[in-house]
């Protein structure tokens, strides 16, 4: 029956579901966010504009799209930015030390994934907090890129690898194209969106999210699961790492520096639960978008970097909080 109520409820069942969807907050907050950046400027009704934009964030979506699974699986990775830029660096090292674009290519992939199995093995093995290993990598990651390069930046690649985000897959009005890269990030949405809602993978790390105790002795090999999470997430950091460096025509140490906020807030207001258990790779995907025409929308409005950080810290605030009124309502009604 189309109109099912629940039982009890004179709420319609569809519309019980929309409201404790955990994809409703970003959803609304993408719309708040969109009618406020129309009001600022009229080049966020220009779709060329609105691509142009995204362009220059997709590398940093696509490692928190694995960032999703990580705390889904209740963890926590901060170093995502580093070894971005130390894979971009060790490639670009590399490069100018001789060897061919495509290979160095290859060992920027490599540095990424080597990254993700130390911090697995840390965390995954040894068992150190998560959230104390990649503060600490975080910085390790990064004083390697400033070891090799110090504060120089390194550039004139070849022509072939140069601005992959203008290769245009089909053109809309005179001047307005999707890139090849946003292509890339939404063929990635989609792939972990599937291994992280439509197959038993997934459903193992909502599991360990939800109680890795309970997990384990329901035969889940959960150092397997948090080992290949770190390594998927340092083989995808490494790849946009790459992908940046290739918009930015070079590469330097500080690279995506404190960008670290960024990704989490994306993940959190995504719906994905601090705590671990729950995760929303859909309501990602939305906060992805959110965020980046925020921080548009902030520079439009003459809004500078440390008031952005502000902005992005109530962000921050905010993904925690809301998920989390019901909980904090019922604690209070139970003293």
Not at 119 to 131: D, E, K, Q, S, W
Not at 132 to 137: E, L, N, R
Not at 159 to 182: M, P
Request: aromatic share 8%.
């Amino acid at each position: 029956m189309s109109k099912e109520k629940v039982k009890g409820q004179g709420m319609p069942l569809g519309l019980r579901k929309l409201i404790h969807s955990r994809e409703l907050v970003p959803f609304v907050l993408l719309i708040a966010v969109i009618i406020v950046c129309v009001s600022l400027s009229e080049s966020f009704r220009d779709m060329t504009y609105l691509m142009k934009t995204l362009s220059r964030y997709i590398e940093l979506a696509m490692a928190t799209l694995v960032l999703t699974m990580i705390v889904t699986a209740g963890m926590i990775d901060l170093s995502v930015p580093s070894v971005m830029c130390c894979s971009a660096t060790l490639a670009a090292v590399c490069f100018h030390h001789g060897v061919p674009m495509g290979v160095a290519i290859v060992i920027g992939l490599i540095v990424g994934m080597v990254c993700g199995i130390f911090n697995g093995i840390l965390i995954a093995h040894v068992g150190l907090p998560a959230m104390i290993v990649t503060i600490g990598t975080q910085n390790v990651f990064r004083g390697i890129a400033q070891i090799f390069i110090g504060d120089q930046s390194l550039g004139k690649f070849p022509d072939w690898f140069n601005s992959w985000e203008k290769i245009a897959l089909f053109r809309f009005g005179t001047t307005g194209y999707v890139g090849v890269t946003i292509l890339i990030f939404v063929l990635l949405a989609i792939f972990f969106y599937l291994l992280l809602h439509r197959t038993s993978y997934g459903r193992k790390v909502f599991a360990i999210g939800a109680n890795e105790r309970a997990a384990i002795y329901s035969g889940v090999n959960t150092k397997s699961i948090k080992m290949s999470l770190f390594v998927i997430s340092g083989f995808v950091s490494g790849f946009a790492g790459i992908l940046t460096m290739s918009r930015l025509l070079l590469v330097r140490y500080d690279m995506n520096q404190n960008t670290e906020v960024d990704t989490v807030v994306m993940v959190l207001l995504g719906g994905a639960d601090i705590n671990g258990g729950r995760g929303s790779m859909i309501g990602t995907f939305i906060a992805i978008i959110m965020v980046f025409l925020l921080k548009t929308g902030l520079i439009v409005a003459g809004v500078t970097a440390d008031q952005q950080m502000f902005v992005m810290g109530l962000l921050l605030l905010v993904s925690v909080i809301i998920p989390n009124i019901k909980t904090l309502i019922q604690a209070q009604k139970d003293k």
